[in-house]
Nanobody, 123 residues
């Protein structure tokens, strides 16, 4: 069992930066691949980024590639999402998720989800 809690969301102007954190409980955090997803009002939840259990492999949606960076610190049971050059279209609730099988861009492959943190980018 993994319990996930996101933090770091907020209101930022276009072009600004935010760093999201996702703290995980449980001693098996390092065995899970982790992902970030987001859901804008009226839209489906979509993949943002994922990272392997070791942190050696990362994967990004085309819409955030070059602007967002996913990383993890297994000693702190935490995964991060550094978001730079933010745009109004990045406005959404951001969720972290844990995948026991390996990193993926598919929602249904993730086993545990956090409650989400709101990111709002003003123009």
């Amino acid at each position: 069992q993994v319990h996930l809690v996101e933090s770091g969301g907020g209101l930022v102007q276009a072009g600004g930066s935010l760093r999201l954190s996702c703290a995980a409980s449980g001693r098996t955090f390092s065995s899970y691949a982790m992902g970030w997803f987001r859901q804008a009002p009226g839209k489906e939840r979509e993949f943002v980024a994922a990272i392997s259990w070791s942190g050696g492999d990362t994967y990004y949606a085309d819409s955030v590639k070059g602007r967002f960076t996913i990383s993890r610190d297994n000693a702190k049971n935490t995964v991060y999402l550094q978001m730079n050059s933010l745009k109004p279209v990045d406005t959404a609730v951001y969720y972290c998720a844990a995948d026991a099988e390996g990193y993926s861009d598919r929602l249904y492959e993730y086993d545990y989800w956090g409650q989400g943190t709101q990111v709002t980018v003003s123009s």
